[in-house]
T-cell receptor, first 113, second 114 residues
Framework: QKEVEQDPGPLSVPEGAIVSLNCTYSNSAFQYFMWYRQYSRKGPELLMYTYSSGNKEDGRFTAQVDKSSKYISLFIRDSQPSDSATYLCAMSAMNTNAGKSTFGDGTTLTVKP | GAVVSQHPSWVICKSGTSVKIECRSLDFQATTMFWYRQFPKQSLMLMATSNEGSKATYEQGVEKDKFLINHASLTLSTLTVTSAHPEDSSFYIC??????????FGPGTRLTVT
């Protein structure tokens, strides 16, 4: 069983919809949680970086962490066609680069105009 | 801020030759850089972790003599694919540590070995 599980999708939604992307994990040592967006044939881009449980909002994006359930989510409000990409969750036990991140396999999202 | 560049973005080489890929952090210093490989429609596969001034740490199954990594300065890491073969064709992506758990990725290098 993988340490981080992420539904690969694909997920297709109409423009303007609220999108929910999720990851579950098994390692209770994970404290730091990231979401990355990767467009086709490009490197991933850091979207959100959160610590421990709770919510963090940045524009149309909200990251939510529930450590008790070992479950994290990324919500995208008012989704746009430009949000069409693969979204990767990542987690780390340490707040330094000495602790490597463990990545999910990514969820592919398509937002249709 | 936190921009990482890669060069070249695309390279074609003949089987048996070596290819060097550069990864630079443009506006910050990166003690740690990571090298990943990604096949189409698959997730990132970590190849190695490089720390400035020391030897890279390779993941299990990655041939260190084939994928040479040098992290000579706080802004530059290089990956050299030696004696490349068609099965080495892939998308190679580097990232630089941001000081915490987050990473800043380069745009990637597409390698095609003919």
């Amino acid at each position: 069983q993988k340490e981080v599980e992420q539904d690969p999708g694909p997920l297709s939604v109409p423009e303007g919809a609220i999108v929910s992307l999720n990851c579950t994990y098994s390692n209770s040592a994970f404290q730091y949680f990231m979401w990355y967006r990767q467009y086709s044939r490009k490197g991933p881009e850091l979207l959100m970086y959160t610590y421990s449980s709770g919510n963090k909002e940045d524009g149309r994006f909200t990251a939510q962490v529930d450590k008790s359930s070992k479950y994290i989510s990324l919500f995208i409000r008012d989704s746009q066609p430009s949000d069409s990409a693969t979204y990767l969750c990542a987690m780390s036990a340490m707040n330094t680069n000495a602790g490597k991140s463990t990545f999910g396999d990514g969820t592919t999202l398509t937002v249709k105009p | 801020g936190a921009v990482v560049s890669q060069h070249p973005s695309w390279v074609i080489c003949k089987s048996g030759t070596s290819v060097k890929i550069e990864c630079r952090s443009l506006d910050f210093q990166a003690t740690t850089m990571f090298w990943y490989r990604q096949f189409p429609k698959q997730s990132l596969m970590l190849m190695a972790t490089s720390n400035e001034g020391s030897k890279a740490t390779y993941e299990q199954g990655v041939e260190k003599d084939k994928f040479l990594i040098n992290h000579a300065s706080l802004t530059l890491s290089t990956l050299t694919v030696t004696s490349a073969h068609p099965e080495d064709s892939s998308f190679y992506i580097c990232s630089a540590g941001g000081g915490g758990a987050e990473q800043y990725f380069g745009p990637g290098t597409r390698l095609t070995v003919t």
